[in-house]
């Protein structure tokens, strides 16, 4: 069983950055793919970022493109997001995710495990 814990969240201001961590325990953690979701209030959960544990490609929703960077530490079993140019619109509780998978990374069902989200609120 692999558990998921997301820190880094908080409030920034637009044009400002914050870097997420997600660190994995229970499991082999180079052997997971690894995913960032997002949700904003009264909407559904949405894909963000995923890195696949086969050759470490790296996926990007296009909201999110050359602002957001995916990466990971095996050394520290952590996945990180790092955010610059945050916008109004990245407002969101942000949700770590793991899988065994490396194909459908962009599809909440491919995850096998969550994390419990952390709050990143962006103001103008």
């Known amino acids: 069983q692999v558990q998921l814990v997301e820190s880094g969240g908080g409030l920034v201001q637009a044009g400002g950055s914050l870097r997420l961590s997600c660190a994995a325990s229970?499991?082999?953690?180079?052997?997971?793919?690894m995913g960032w979701f997002r949700q904003p209030p009264g909407k559904d959960r949405d894909f963000v970022a995923a890195?696949?544990?086969?050759?470490?490609?790296?996926y990007y929703a296009d909201s999110v493109k050359g602002r957001f960077t995916i990466s990971t530490d095996n050394a520290k079993n952590t996945v990180y997001l790092q955010m610059n140019s945050l916008k109004l619109e990245d407002t969101a509780v942000y949700y770590c995710?793991?899988?065994?998978?490396?194909?459908?990374?962009?599809?909440?069902?491919?995850?096998?495990?969550w994390g419990q989200g952390t709050q990143v609120t962006v103001s103008s």
């Open positions: 229970g499991g082999t953690f180079s052997s997971y793919s």
């Open positions: 995710a793991a899988t065994k998978n490396f194909l459908t990374l962009r599809r909440s069902e491919a995850y096998e495990y």
């Open positions: 890195v696949s544990w086969s050759g470490g490609t790296t």
